[in-house]
C-alpha cells in the first residue's frame, strides 16, 4: 500500500513533454511506474532524477469520450459426455 501511494506521488511529478502536432494527451503508465520505484528502491545508490526520466519514457494516450463498446459474447455450456464415444 505505501509503495503504490509513493509511485502515484511520484508520477504526479513526472513532466511529460508533448509536441504540439501529438492528437492526444499522454499520461504515465502505472503500471510500469510502480515496477520502476519497487526497483528504486532495492537499489543501494538511487538516482531520483534517473527514476523521474525512466518513469516519463513509458506513457500511454488518453483517449477521452472512447465510445467503442466491447463485443462480449456469451459462451454456450458444453455437456461433460462430450468426449464420450458411444
Known amino acids: 500500500m505505501v509503495m503504490s501511494k509513493f509511485s502515484s506521488r511520484i508520477a504526479n511529478q513526472v513532466v511529460i513533454e508533448n509536441e504540439k502536432s501529438d492528437i492526444h494527451t499522454y499520461k504515465v503508465n502505472m503500471k510500469m511506474a510502480i515496477y520502476l520505484c ?3 528502491y ?8 534517473r527514476l523521474m526520466r525512466d ?3 513509458y506513457t500511454e494516450p ?3 469520450n472512447r465510445k467503442d463498446e466491447r463485443n462480449i459474447k456469451t459462451k454456450s ?8 464415444s458411444a
Open 77 to 84: 455450456f458444453v455437456g461433460f459426455t462430450y468426449g464420450i
Open 42 to 49: 532495492r537499489a543501494n545508490k538511487g538516482n531520483g532524477k
Open 55 to 57: 518513469i516519463a519514457k
Open 62 to 64: 488518453v483517449h477521452p
Open 38 to 40: 519497487k526497483k528504486f
